[in-house]
Structures are given as C-alpha cells and as structure tokens.
C-alpha cells in the first residue's frame, strides 16, 4: 500500500495480515494506516482470523438471518459483514447483551482486543 511508510512501525504486520487475507485496504493501492475501523468491518476482520485459527465460521442464509434478526438495526448492517457479525454473535465473540449491533459505528482499541482474546479462546489458542 503507497499510504503504508515501510519504515512505518505497522508495515510488516498489515503486509502480513494481508497477505493471509484478514485484512484489505481501502483501495487496491491505499490503506489509510491512520483511520479507524467500524464494528462490522472488525467482526469481518476476526471471522477471518478465526477461520485460519482452524474454527469453522460458516452459516447458512437462515442461520444468519436468525441470529441477526434479534438486534433492532441488523437492517443497517452492510451484506459483505453480516456472515461475520452472525458468527461472532453465535460464538460469543461479540456480547449479545446490547439490543443493536451499531455496524457503522467506530469500534475501540479495547474492544477489537476483547473480540481476539475470545476468538482465540474459542480456537483454543490461550
């Protein structure tokens, strides 16, 4: 990516996590290192991960839709993330406790760290 400084401390780690297809940039050419990322576009993020860690991340259209369904706005979530959202609601990744998702809002540092320490529990990774 032309906006990703080799020199960059970040570079080798987006390389990699590109190259195994966790992660893509915003462009073929541009990643935008310094913006942030929604709650779908990190639960898609983990789904990915989790299915390198071995874990099986399909579902079917109505095991999504079922799952989904229970949050008020899974209308506004994007089509490409709702596999992924489905998973990690299935697999306690995310918590199930708040009534909506909230795709598109900015997800935390914290929050991102909490959805891979369950990941990788659930993967038997820890």
Same mark, same amino acid.
């Given at each position: 990516f032309k906006d990703v400084l080799p020199t960059a401390w970040y570079a080798a780690n987006i390389g990699t996590a590109n190259s195994y297809g966790i992660i893509n940039g915003t462009s073929a050419t541009t990643f935008n290192p310094d913006?942030?990322?929604? &709650? $779908?576009? +990190? +639960?898609?993020?983990? +789904?990915?991960?989790? &299915?390198?860690?071995?874990?099986?991340?399909?579902?079917?259209?109505? +095991?999504?839709?079922?799952?989904?369904? $229970?949050?008020?706005?899974?209308? &506004?979530?994007?089509?490409?993330?709702?596999?992924?959202?489905?998973?990690?609601? $299935?697999e306690n990744i995310l918590d199930q406790s708040d009534m909506d998702i909230k795709p598109n809002v900015n997800i935390h540092r914290s929050e991102v760290a909490q959805m891979l320490f369950n990941m990788l529990g659930l993967a038997n990774l820890l």
């Amino acid at each position: 990516f032309k906006d990703v400084l080799p020199t960059a401390w970040y570079a080798a780690n987006i390389g990699t996590a590109n190259s195994y297809g966790i992660i893509n940039g915003t462009s073929a050419t541009t990643f935008n290192p310094d913006g942030t990322i929604t &709650k $779908q576009e +990190a +639960a898609t993020m983990i +789904a990915r991960a989790a &299915k390198l860690c071995g874990l099986d991340t399909e579902l079917d259209g109505g +095991a999504i839709r079922d799952i989904l369904a $229970q949050f008020g706005d899974y209308v &506004k979530t994007a089509e490409w993330s709702r596999s992924s959202l489905a998973f990690c609601y $299935q697999e306690n990744i995310l918590d199930q406790s708040d009534m909506d998702i909230k795709p598109n809002v900015n997800i935390h540092r914290s929050e991102v760290a909490q959805m891979l320490f369950n990941m990788l529990g659930l993967a038997n990774l820890l």
